[in-house]
C-alpha cells in the first residue's frame, strides 16, 4: 500500500537507513517537547517564582535567545559522527533533566537559566539532526526533512496536552504588585471567593477551602521521563555504530551499506553548501554578508533579503506570541475560560500548524509560493481581525486559534521557497530568513508579554492584528522589489547577449581566417 504513495526507491533508502532516520526524528521530537510547555503552564510558574507576567516572558526570551546560539553553534559537531550523535545524545538527554528540575525553580531567574541551558540544546538538536539527514539522502532528503519537521508539531501538540490535567484551577494566593492589576492579568477568577478578597494586599489569602496547590511539576516529570528514550535511543544507534570504545558492538556497522552513497559527495565544502540550502540556512550569517560575490549586485537584491526576513519576523513573531500567551488570554476576562479548558488552546493551536505543514506539501505542487503566501497572510490578518470583532466568543476563540495555525503554518517554507525562486542564490537567503525568523519569535514573545501586563488581556489581539498588517505591507514591498530585481535581470540579460554577439562574430571571423591561411 506505501508503494502506491511513495516512490519505491525512496522506500529502498529509507529502509537502508532506517535506524538512523527514526533516531533523528525521535530527537526532534524533543524538540517540539520542549518548545510548547511554556504556554500552558506560564500562570503556574508565575505564581512558582512569584514573578509577575512581565518578568516571566523573560524566561521566553532566554530560551529563544539560547535556541539561536545553539545553532550558531551546533554546526562544529557535524565533522564526525562522534561528534554529531555525541551532542544529540547529550543534549536530549540535558532536555529530560531541565524537565525534572524545572519544579524546583523557584525564582525566576533560576528558571530562565533552566530555559537558556534548554534552548542552548534545541539549537544544536535544530543544526545537527537536519544535517545529517542531508548527509544520508543527499539530493533525496526532502521528504524526509518534512517528517523531521512534522515532529516537532507532534512534540508540541504532546506537550500542552500532558500539562493541561495538572494545571491549577485556581489563583496562586502570590500577588505581586499592584492587586487588581494582578486580578485582571493573572489567575484571578477565584472560585468561591468574593471579588473584594482580591484587592487585599496581603500576600497569602487563606481561601474558603484552602488554597489549592499546582500540581503542575507532575507534569513537568512525565514530559521528563517520555523524553528519556530519546538519548537512549542516540546512545543505542551509537552502540551500533561501534561508536562507544567501552562496549564494542558485534553487529555490522549500520552505515557499511551507505560507503557507495557517501562516496558521491563531492568534497567537504561543497557538502556544507548543500547543507545550508537543504537543512534550512544554518550557515553563519556572518561569513554571508562578508561574502565577495555580494559585490556589484543592486539594491533590490539586498531589498529582497531585508523585506523577506523582515516578513519572517513578524509572522513567527505571532507563532511565539500566540503559543505563549493564548492560555493566559483565555483564563483573562472577558474570556475567563476554565483554566483546564484554556490549556487546550495551545494544543490546538500546534496541532493546526502540524496539520497545515502536511497539507501546504501536495498544495506546493498546484500553487506558486507568491500565491500561497498572499493567501496566507491575507487569512491571518481576517482571523486576527474576527477574533477581535468576537472577543467575548468563546467558541470562536478556539476556531480562531485553529485558522491562525492553518494560515501562519506554510508561511516560513513558501518565503523560503519564493525568495529562492527570485534570487537562485544558494545560501545568504535562506540563513538570513531563519535568522530573522529566530529573532521574531524572540522579541514579539518579550514584547507582547510586557504589554499585556501593562495594558491588558484585550491588547494580546490588538498586537497580533498590527503585526499581521505589518507583515502584509512588508511583503507588499517585497513585491514591488522583486519588480525591480527582474527588471534588473532582463537588461543584464539583454546585455550580456550583445556583448556576446559581436565576440561570437569576431570569432566566427578569425576561425575563417585560421581556415584560409592554413
Known amino acids: 500500500m506505501a508503494k502506491m504513495f511513495v516512490d519505491e526507491r525512496i522506500l529502498t ?13 525521535s530527537v526532534f521530537f524533543s524538540f517540539g517537547l520542549c518548545i510548547a510547555f511554556l504556554g500552558p503552564t506560564i500562570l503556574d510558574l508565575q505564581c512558582q517564582t512569584n514573578s509577575t507576567l512581565n518578568q516571566i516572558t523573560w524566561v521566553f526570551f532566554s530560551q529563544q535567545f539560547c535556541l539561536l546560539i545553539g545553532s550558531s553553534v551546533g554546526g562544529v559537531f557535524k565533522r564526525t559522527l562522534f561528534s554529531a550523535l555525541a551532542a544529540l545524545f547529550v543534549s536530549t538527554l540535558i532536555i529530560s533533566v531541565i524537565f525534572a528540575i524545572i519544579p524546583l525553580c523557584n525564582n525566576v531567574l533560576l528558571l530562565a537559566v533552566a530555559m537558556a541551558v534548554s534552548g542552548l540544546a534545541m539549537g544544536i538538536i535544530d543544526t545537527i539532526a537536519n544535517i545529517q539527514l542531508v548527509t544520508i539522502y543527499q539530493k533525496d532528503s526532502a521528504v524526509f526533512l518534512q517528517a523531521l519537521h512534522f515532529f516537532i508539531g507532534f512534540g508540541a501538540l504532546v506537550s500542552p496536552l500532558i500539562a493541561d490535567p495538572f ?10 504588585g499592584n492587586g487588581t492589576e494582578t486580578m485582571h492579568h493573572f489567575r484571578n477568577m477565584l472560585r468561591n471567593s468574593p471579588i473584594a478578597e482580591h484587592n487585599i494586599t496581603q500576600s497569602h489569602l487563606p481561601h474558603e477551602g484552602g488554597e489549592e496547590e499546582s500540581s503542575v511539576h507532575y507534569a513537568f516529570w512525565i514530559m521528563a ?14 552502540y551500533r555504530e561501534q561508536l562507544i570504545p567501552c562496549c564494542p558492538s558485534t553487529t555490522p556497522r549500520l552505515l557499511d551499506k551507505d560507503e557507495l552513497a557517501m562516496e558521491n559527495q563531492q568534497g567537504a565544502e561543497g557538502l556544507d553548501v548543500e547543507h545550508e540550502h537543504e537543512a534550512g540556512g544554518h550557515g553563519d550569517i556572518f561569513s554571508c554578508c562578508q561574502n565577495d560575490n555580494l559585490r556589484g549586485l543592486p539594491v533590490s537584491f539586498f531589498m529582497i533579503h531585508i523585506l523577506g526576513g523582515m516578513v519572517l519576523f513578524m509572522t513567527d513573531g505571532i507563532v511565539g506570541a500566540y503559543a505563549g500567551f493564548v492560555y ?28 497545515g505543514r502536511l497539507l501546504s506539501i501536495p498544495l506546493s505542487y498546484r500553487f506558486q509560493p507568491v500565491r500561497l503566501l498572499m493567501f496566507n497572510l491575507a487569512g491571518a490578518i481576517v482571523t486576527v481581525l474576527m477574533l477581535l470583532i468576537f472577543y467575548t466568543s468563546s467558541i470562536f476563540l478556539f476556531v480562531g486559534t485553529c485558522l ?11 518565503m523560503l521557497a519564493y525568495t529562492e525562486d527570485i534570487l537562485d542564490y544558494r545560501g545568504c537567503a535562506t540563513t538570513v530568513l531563519v535568522t530573522s525568523a529566530g529573532m521574531g519569535e524572540m522579541v514579539m514573545q518579550v514584547l507582547v508579554g510586557s504589554i499585556i501586563q501593562t495594558k491588558g488581556s484585550y491588547s494580546f489581539l490588538l498586537c497580533g492584528m498590527i503585526i499581521a498588517c505589518a507583515g502584509f505591507i512588508l511583503f507588499i514591498g517585497l513585491l514591488l522589489f522583486h519588480q525591480m530585481h527582474r527588471n534588473y535581470l532582463t537588461g ?27
Open 328 to 355: 493566559t488570554y483565555g483564563v483573562a476576562p472577558p474570556m475567563s475560560l476554565p483554566h483546564k479548558t484554556a490549556g487546550y488552546l495551545a494544543s490546538i493551536f500546534w496541532a493546526a500548524i502540524t496539520a
Open 167 to 176: 494545571l491549577s484551577e485556581t489563583g496562586c494566593g502570590n500577588h505581586t
Open 492 to 518: 543584464t540579460a539583454k546585455k550580456s547577449a550583445m556583448v556576446q554577439e559581436p565576440a561570437t562574430k569576431e570569432s566566427k571571423t578569425e576561425q575563417k581566417e585560421e581556415k584560409e591561411s592554413s
Open 225 to 238: 521521563l517520555i523524553n528519556l528514550p530519546v538519548p537512549i535511543a542516540v546512545l543505542f544507534l551509537m
Open 13 to 25: 533508502l529509507f529502509k537502508r537507513s532506517a535506524h538512523h532516520t527514526l533516531t533523528y526524528w
Open 404 to 414: 491562525c495555525g492553518l494560515f501562519l503554518s506554510s508561511i516560513f517554507p513558501c
